[in-house]
């Protein structure tokens, strides 16, 4: 809302009213002394104060925060699970490559071996 109040007529009052999200803007609203709109600022303030409206505030906030945290633990598990087949396929191409450099290795030593005859040969 902005820092004073222009009214055209009763329906943009009372959407005035349903779109105030500070005491400043319910004050502001107050000031113009409409009755209709200082009784319903009045009695949403005596609600808000009420045990059972702080309760229910209470566990909408308690809602939010374990709803936060399910999608939080959510995240994790999926990237757990992400991680763990990332590194099976990282352990599966890891034995490949040892294969390889096995077999490698192995016609290094034989191709050692032939220059070696070669060389003797020679």
């Given at each position: ?10 329906l943009e009052l009372l959407l005035s009213l349903f779109k105030a999200k500070t005491e400043e803007e319910l004050k502001q609203l107050e000031a113009l002394e409409v009755p209709i709109v200082t009784q319903a ?82």
């Amino acid at each position: 809302m902005q820092a004073r109040i222009f009214i055209k007529n009763e329906l943009e009052l009372l959407l005035s009213l349903f779109k105030a999200k500070t005491e400043e803007e319910l004050k502001q609203l107050e000031a113009l002394e409409v009755p209709i709109v200082t009784q319903a600022i009045g009695a949403y303030r005596e609600i808000t104060v009420s045990p059972e409206f702080r309760e229910l505030e209470r566990l909408r906030a308690d809602a939010r925060n374990n709803e936060a945290s399910a999608l939080a633990n959510a995240e994790r598990r999926g990237y757990r699970k992400a991680e763990e087949k990332l590194q099976g396929v990282i352990a599966d191409k890891d034995a490949r490559l040892a294969d390889r450099d096995a077999r490698l290795a192995d016609k290094d030593a034989r191709i050692a071996e032939l220059e070696a005859l070669l060389k003797n040969n020679k």
